[in-house]
T-cell receptor
Framework: ETGVTQSPTHLIKTRGQQVTLRCSSQ?????VSWYQQALGQGPQFIFQ???????GRGNFPPRFSGLQFPNYSSELNVNALELDDSALYLC??????????????FGPGTRLTVL | QKEVEQDPGPLSVPEGAIVSLNCTYS??????FMWYRQYSRKGPELLMY????GNKEDGRFTAQVDKSSKYISLFIRDSQPSDSATYLC??????????????FGQGTILTVHP
């Protein structure tokens, strides 16, 4: 186990609703990244937070937003849900943004289904 | 065209076989190359990490990177049923907000049958 936890495990929403997913980083890790993994695909980078600030973003619209808290836990918020948002959402934590060699530890993911 | 293309598609091999997984990429800025293993209902776990071109061996696993061809490979020797999982290649460049952004291939589902 990596020490990264995510909640909830599964979630079902309807189109147009809003959702909040949560991640608790591994102890001592101050950087968290969120990824979206559609069925049969590799994870796609959504954004990264370092010390409560977003410092990197992938090709996702503004209705995907996030927060990182002083204890380094994190939230992913998605507004106006669309059917294509159905996916596994992964968070990954690591020690800091300096040095791309820092190992990223992934949580088990939250499976979101949008009906 | 995707930045990272992974092949083969779903792969089924007998126990003890040598498995070869491959990725090609288009972004010449990528310098760090990784292989992740993902079991069903789990997050990806890091298997191998390689910087720039070269080979790296860890037990039954060997990772190869050829930057001139933009091609990376993972070899699994003496494959075991416990190796059955999805294997993902991932890569990243160095600098600025690209730190931590991993670009993944689409994954190869490997099944090793006894």
């Amino acid at each position: 186990e990596t020490g990264v936890t995510q909640s909830p495990t599964h979630l079902i929403k309807t189109r147009g609703q809003q959702v909040t997913l949560r991640c608790s980083s591994q102890s001592g890790h101050n950087t968290v990244s969120w990824y979206q993994q559609a069925l049969g695909q590799g994870p796609q980078f959504i954004f990264q937070y370092y010390r409560e600030e977003e410092n990197g973003r992938g090709n996702f619209p503004p209705r995907f937003s996030g927060l990182q808290f002083p204890n380094y836990s994190s939230e992913l918020n998605v507004n106006a849900l669309e059917l294509d948002d159905s996916a596994l959402y992964l968070c990954a934590s690591r020690g800091g943004p300096s040095g791309v060699t820092d190992t990223q530890y992934f949580g088990p993911g939250t499976r979101l289904t949008v009906l | 065209q995707k930045e990272v293309e992974q092949d083969p598609g779903p792969l089924s091999v007998p126990e003890g076989a040598i498995v070869s997984l491959n990725c090609t990429y288009s972004n010449s800025a990528f310098q760090y190359f990784m292989w992740y293993r993902q079991y069903s209902r789990k997050g990806p776990e890091l298997l191998m990490y390689t910087y720039s071109s070269g080979n790296k061996e860890d037990g039954r696993f060997t990772a190869q990177v050829d930057k001139s061809s933009k091609y990376i490979s993972l070899f699994i020797r003496d494959s075991q049923p416990s190796d059955s999982a999805t294997y993902l290649c991932a890569m990243t460049n160095a600098g600025g907000t690209s730190y931590g952004k991993l670009t993944f291939g689409q994954g190869t589902i490997l099944t090793v049958h006894p």
